[in-house]
């Protein structure tokens, strides 16, 4: 859960399961840049120093988050994976585009998780600017890409236990 009050690569790494032998698609938008790659480079580092071996990591790009769902998609059709990342941003403009992009990229996620039973994590900034998303990039709010790739580890966990 991201707040002001919550750095979002806070955690305790002993409460974390080993990600050994987990295969985790990660799916990055290439708009801004700069912050999508630290999103990304926060989440592989997490998936590795937790055991995920790198050769079990498929990484797609795409050009913006709206494309995240169906590239998110194929790699579930065709990867035996466990758990798909996306990861984006979209920044508030001054029109409605921000709403639908949200909206379409988070339905599309939660039908898809539903869809192929394993877990797609929605890693996508949704700040009002870009001092926000930086912040929650690496910044001082740490990373939302640490954040979905511990998701991503628990969920894979959580279902394997039943």
Known sequence: MSSILKNLSSYDPATIPSAKGMR???VVSEWNPEITHALYQGAI???LDHGCE???ISQSTVP???ELTVAAQWLAEHGNLDAVICLGCVIQGETRH???ICQAVASGLTDLSIKFSIPFIFGVLTPDNQEQ???RAGGKLGNKGVEAAITAIKMIALKKSK
């Open 54 to 56: 790198e050769s079990h």
């Open 133 to 135: 998303a930086l912040a």
């Open 98 to 100: 921000f709403d639908f």
């Open 24 to 26: 985790i698609g990660v």
């Open 45 to 47: 580092r997490t998936l």
């Open 64 to 66: 913006g988050s709206y």
